[in-house]
Nanobody, 122 residues
Framework: VQLQACGGGLVQAGGSLRLSCAAS????????MGWFRQAPGKEREFVAF????????AYAQSVKGRFTISRDNAKNTVSLQMNSLRPEDTAVYYC????????????????WGQGTLVTVSS
Protein backbone atom coordinates (compact mmCIF):
# COMPACT_ATOMS: atom_id res chain seq x y z
CA VAL A 1 0.00 0.00 0.00
CA GLN A 2 1.22 3.51 -0.81
CA LEU A 3 0.55 6.34 1.62
CA GLN A 4 0.49 10.07 1.00
CA ALA A 5 0.14 12.43 3.96
CA CYS A 6 -0.82 16.07 3.79
CA GLY A 7 -2.22 18.87 5.90
CA GLY A 8 0.77 20.05 7.85
CA GLY A 9 1.66 23.68 8.29
CA LEU A 10 2.40 26.50 10.68
CA VAL A 11 -0.10 27.22 13.43
CA GLN A 12 -0.09 29.21 16.64
CA ALA A 13 -0.27 27.50 20.01
CA GLY A 14 -3.86 26.67 20.83
CA GLY A 15 -4.79 26.30 17.19
CA SER A 16 -5.90 23.29 15.18
CA LEU A 17 -4.78 21.33 12.15
CA ARG A 18 -6.16 18.30 10.37
CA LEU A 19 -3.78 15.85 8.79
CA SER A 20 -4.95 13.44 6.14
CA CYS A 21 -3.37 10.37 4.64
CA ALA A 22 -4.56 8.83 1.39
CA ALA A 23 -3.84 5.19 0.66
CA SER A 24 -3.65 3.42 -2.64
CA UNK A 25 -2.84 -0.11 -3.65
CA UNK A 26 -4.04 -3.03 -1.61
CA UNK A 27 -7.30 -3.09 0.29
CA UNK A 28 -7.15 -0.29 2.82
CA UNK A 29 -9.45 -1.98 5.30
CA UNK A 30 -6.91 -4.78 5.82
CA UNK A 31 -4.60 -2.39 7.65
CA UNK A 32 -4.36 -0.98 11.13
CA MET A 33 -3.41 2.65 10.59
CA GLY A 34 -1.18 4.73 12.79
CA TRP A 35 0.23 8.21 13.12
CA PHE A 36 3.74 8.80 14.41
CA ARG A 37 5.83 11.92 14.75
CA GLN A 38 9.47 12.82 14.93
CA ALA A 39 10.73 16.08 16.33
CA PRO A 40 14.21 17.39 15.50
CA GLY A 41 16.86 15.46 17.39
CA LYS A 42 14.34 13.03 18.85
CA GLU A 43 13.24 9.50 18.10
CA ARG A 44 10.08 8.74 16.20
CA GLU A 45 7.19 8.34 18.61
CA PHE A 46 3.72 6.91 18.54
CA VAL A 47 0.79 9.32 18.35
CA ALA A 48 -2.33 7.27 17.63
CA PHE A 49 -3.65 4.19 15.89
CA UNK A 50 -7.03 3.02 14.68
CA UNK A 51 -8.33 -0.46 14.04
CA UNK A 52 -9.28 -1.84 10.65
CA UNK A 53 -12.95 -1.07 11.15
CA UNK A 54 -12.35 2.20 12.95
CA UNK A 55 -14.05 0.89 16.05
CA UNK A 56 -10.99 1.01 18.28
CA UNK A 57 -8.44 3.75 18.78
CA ALA A 58 -5.52 4.47 21.06
CA TYR A 59 -3.48 7.57 21.78
CA ALA A 60 -0.21 8.58 23.31
CA GLN A 61 -0.77 10.13 26.71
CA SER A 62 0.71 13.41 25.49
CA VAL A 63 -2.05 13.89 22.89
CA LYS A 64 -5.02 12.20 24.56
CA GLY A 65 -8.02 14.49 24.67
CA ARG A 66 -6.54 16.84 22.06
CA PHE A 67 -6.06 14.64 18.99
CA THR A 68 -8.61 12.40 17.26
CA ILE A 69 -7.81 9.72 14.71
CA SER A 70 -10.44 8.58 12.24
CA ARG A 71 -10.66 6.66 9.00
CA ASP A 72 -12.94 6.33 6.01
CA ASN A 73 -12.53 2.93 4.41
CA ALA A 74 -14.73 3.91 1.48
CA LYS A 75 -12.36 6.76 0.63
CA ASN A 76 -9.14 5.00 1.70
CA THR A 77 -8.18 7.79 4.05
CA VAL A 78 -7.10 8.20 7.64
CA SER A 79 -7.11 11.55 9.39
CA LEU A 80 -5.70 13.11 12.52
CA GLN A 81 -7.57 16.07 13.94
CA MET A 82 -5.23 18.02 16.19
CA ASN A 83 -6.67 20.61 18.56
CA SER A 84 -5.16 22.74 21.31
CA LEU A 85 -1.78 22.43 19.67
CA ARG A 86 1.34 23.11 21.72
CA PRO A 87 4.87 24.02 20.67
CA GLU A 88 5.99 20.56 21.78
CA ASP A 89 3.72 19.06 19.10
CA THR A 90 6.10 20.46 16.48
CA ALA A 91 7.35 17.52 14.42
CA VAL A 92 7.17 15.72 11.13
CA TYR A 93 4.05 13.57 11.25
CA TYR A 94 3.91 10.24 9.46
CA CYS A 95 1.02 7.96 8.67
CA UNK A 96 1.76 4.26 8.66
CA UNK A 97 0.04 0.96 7.97
CA UNK A 98 0.39 -2.52 9.34
CA UNK A 99 -1.36 -5.85 8.97
CA UNK A 100 -0.11 -6.82 12.41
CA UNK A 101 -2.26 -6.45 15.51
CA UNK A 102 -2.48 -3.07 17.21
CA UNK A 103 0.93 -1.70 18.06
CA UNK A 104 2.46 1.49 19.33
CA UNK A 105 5.90 0.44 18.08
CA UNK A 106 6.96 2.07 14.85
CA UNK A 107 8.86 -1.09 13.91
CA UNK A 108 5.58 -2.98 13.63
CA UNK A 109 4.42 -0.82 10.74
CA UNK A 110 5.34 -1.92 7.24
CA UNK A 111 4.30 1.03 5.10
CA TRP A 112 4.96 4.72 5.64
CA GLY A 113 3.94 7.97 4.10
CA GLN A 114 6.49 10.65 3.33
CA GLY A 115 5.72 12.81 6.36
CA THR A 116 4.18 16.22 6.74
CA LEU A 117 5.66 18.99 8.87
CA VAL A 118 3.65 20.56 11.68
CA THR A 119 5.10 23.65 13.32
CA VAL A 120 3.43 25.17 16.36
CA SER A 121 4.60 28.63 17.34
CA SER A 122 4.35 29.95 20.87
Amino acid sequence: VQLQACGGGLVQAGGSLRLSCAASGRTFSLYVMGWFRQAPGKEREFVAFISRSGGSTAYAQSVKGRFTISRDNAKNTVSLQMNSLRPEDTAVYYCAATQSPFSTAWGAYDYWGQGTLVTVSS
